[in-house]
Structure formats: structure tokens, C-alpha cells
């Protein structure tokens, strides 16, 4: 079991930056990825960013590329996601993510986390 605690959210202007993090606990060692998804009202849950636990390579969605960087620090079992240059479209409730069950873009992983909620305001 993986348990998996989202923070970081909040409302902020357009241009702004925020920085989510995601505590992990249980049997993290035994998931390859984490991933962060966002979903906004009405909308279909989507990727958004992921990394292996292990460092390496991180894959962003192209609507993010550039702006958000997600990174991990394995001494504290934390991923973080770093949101540069806010839109009001990147309005969502964020979820991070462990151990995907496809690939790491699909959200279809075995555990997630409760949510945070981003406000973008224009």
C-alpha cells in the first residue's frame, strides 16, 4: 500500500507560481512512477507531469512544458510539482499519483491522492 498526501494548492493572479507537494508513505520502493494529473470541472482527468523514483527522465504534457517542473526528493519521499506562469486554463484539482497500471500518461495508476485545488484567477 501506498499513501499518497497532496498540499500546495491554492488561488493565485495569472503569471503566478505555485509549488505542490506529495508525501508518500507505505511501499513507495515499489512503484516506478509518480505522476501529477489535474482535472477541472466538467473535464476529463489529465496528465500533467511524471518522474521515476528512481531519477532519471521527467515527461510533461505539452500544455505545461516549460512551465511546471516536477521533481522528487527520495530522502523525504516527496514529489513536487513547481508551476511557473500560471494560467486561468491550469484551473484543476491536482492529484498526484503512484504506480501507473499502463503507461505513465494514462490516469490509471493504483494510488492517488485526495486532490488540491489550483485557482488561477485572470
Known amino acids: 500500500q501506498v499513501q499518497l498526501v497532496e498540499s500546495g494548492g491554492g488561488l493565485v493572479q495569472a503569471g503566478g507560481s505555485l509549488r505542490l507537494s506529495c508525501a508518500a508513505s507505505g511501499r513507495t520502493f515499489s512503484s516506478r512512477f509518480m505522476g501529477w494529473f489535474r482535472q477541472a470541472p466538467g473535464k476529463e482527468r489529465e496528465f500533467v507531469a511524471a518522474?521515476?523514483?528512481?531519477?532519471?527522465?521527467?515527461y510533461y504534457a505539452d500544455s505545461v512544458k516549460g512551465r511546471f517542473t516536477i521533481s522528487r526528493d527520495n530522502a523525504k519521499n516527496t514529489v513536487y510539482l513547481q508551476m511557473n506562469s500560471l494560467k486561468p486554463e491550469d484551473t484543476a484539482v491536482y492529484y498526484c499519483?503512484?504506480?501507473?497500471?499502463?503507461?505513465?500518461?494514462?490516469?490509471?495508476?493504483?494510488?492517488w491522492g485526495q486532490g488540491t485545488q489550483v485557482t488561477v484567477s485572470s
Open positions: 518522474t521515476r523514483w528512481s531519477g532519471g527522465t521527467t
Open positions: 499519483a503512484a504506480q501507473p497500471k499502463r503507461g505513465y500518461w494514462y490516469p490509471d495508476y493504483d494510488y
